[in-house]
């Protein structure tokens, strides 16, 4: 059965890391796959050391800087401020204004870009396209696919409202994966046919966790203090994911545990770009000074999990899923998150870590206080928590569970 991935994500990112894994555990004799990436994604030579073949695309084909700044010099003038209905530097309200951005995004995008994308298809005449992420990230590949005759297959990974063009190609869409109940709940409630879709939770490698350094080999090797209680939150550095909210946390925990320090683990994203230099800034603007550091990215996961005593979750919007709270659980470390999202099906409260009131900075810290105080409970929670991530979401029940929606479509697939 020949597999077509889909993944037009401009880099690294969680979606990529699940395919990775889904790749490393099929059944090459059952399932012979093919990836489509986005032209420069970073991720396609790691992929093709794995053995399979990668294909890229340009994910535009306009360079959409000079697009975006050539748009802005018409509605500086007056012709365009009348044309958009707006003053100068405005938003543009008016419906002319609307359709014409609208037709000159699906003339040098969305068509140029589903033509491509339906050559790919073509050319690679799969049994199936899986499409790793949401349907409004995917529009394009969707619809090529669609004309192309294949049967598709969409891995729900990011949650926004369902437009227009949403509605339409998820029509055509054969099943929907979910990765938690929250995006099954979400999806469903816009429409996606309950009997269409199946809650299949990420999985984590967990060999890559089976023989961790201790705590304080792991600090030495990161170059971390030996005798300070550390909290982390590990995640691309962008607005939702809420460092921010955890510095302000930050202020209260050391406020109460003068000896504690923070680790901000991640790089910036490519569409966010000032947001690093913000969290720069609030860190001296709260005076924090040395307890809290920006370490960047860190490709060695379990070590820096090895090396702390709390993760904290800070997503200021509903996480999909939440595979770094995995991660740790499979470290034994006790997890804080937000109450919502994928979240409340990774961490059992008052069990493997402690639920806190979303975006609340002040519960954030309490929750972080609580088990930097008691040693001996965040030890406990997090061997729960290890328990609980070895028996509910390792790679293999992950695999397991995709190559058997697979066989939905056509005959049985067997692990590798």
């Known amino acids: 059965m020949k597999i077509l991935y889909v993944d037009l994500s401009p880099g690294l990112g969680g979606s990529l890391v699940g395919l990775e894994q889904l790749l490393r555990g099929l059944d090459r004799a059952a399932c012979e796959p093919v990836v489509l990436l986005a032209a420069r994604n970073p991720a396609s030579d790691h992929l093709r050391t794995l053995g399979v073949p990668v294909m890229t695309v340009p994910a535009f084909t306009v360079d959409t800087a000079r697009s975006t ?3 802005r010099r018409v509605k500086g003038t007056a012709f365009g401020q009348r044309l958009s209905g707006a003053p100068a530097g405005g938003r543009g309200s008016s419906l002319l204004w609307v359709w014409l951005r ?6 040098t995008r969305t068509l140029p870009l589903t033509w491509r994308l339906y050559r790919a298809i073509r050319a690679v005449r799969p049994d199936v396209v899986h499409i790793n992420d949401a349907v409004f990230l995917n529009r394009p590949a969707i619809a090529a ?13 990011s949650l926004r409202p369902f437009e227009f063009w949403d509605r339409v190609w998820a029509r055509t869409v054969r099943r929907f994966v979910f990765i938690s109940r929250w995006v099954a709940d979400d999806q469903v409630a816009q429409g996606i046919p309950a009997a269409k879709g199946r809650l299949i939770h990420n999985g984590v490698d967990l060999a890559r966790y089976a023989r ?10 990161l170059g971390l ?20 909210l955890f510095l302000h946390a930050m202020r209260r925990v050391v406020d109460a545990v003068p000896n504690a320090l923070g680790l901000i683990v991640g790089e910036t994203e490519v569409y966010s770009r000032d947001f690093g230099p913000r969290l720069q800034a609030l860190a001296a603007e709260l005076a924090l000074g040395e307890a809290v550091r920006f370490t960047g990215y860190q490709a060695d996961v379990p070590t820096v999990l090895a090396a702390i005593d709390v993760l904290a979750h800070t997503s200021v919007a509903p996480e999909p899923f939440g595979r770094t709270m995995v991660e740790a659980m499979a470290a ?33 810290a309490q929750a972080i206080v609580r088990l930097l105080r008691d040693p ?3 030890e406990t929670m997090g061997a729960a928590g290890r328990t609980r991530a070895t028996g509910l979401f390792t790679q293999e029940r992950y695999v397991s569970a995709v190559a058997g929606l697979y066989g939905e479509l056509k005959g049985p697939m067997q692990l590798s």
């Open 332 to 364: 034994g470390r006790p997890v804080v998150a937000p109450a919502e999202g994928g979240c409340l099906d990774i961490v059992v409260d008052g069990v493997t870590g402690l639920l806190y009131k979303p975006r609340d900075p002040e519960a954030l």
């Open 376 to 378: 001996q409970m965040a």
């Open 212 to 221: 961790l350094p201790d705590r304080q080999s792991a600090r030495g090797a």
């Open 69 to 71: 700044a050539l748009v």
């Open 225 to 244: 203090p030996v005798d300070r209680p550390i909290v982390a939150v590990l995640g691309r550095l962008v607005a939702w994911k809420g460092q921010d």
């Open 145 to 157: 696919a669609w004309l192309a005759g294949a049967p598709v297959i969409c891995h729900v990974r």
């Open 102 to 107: 609208a037709g000159r995004n699906v003339a």
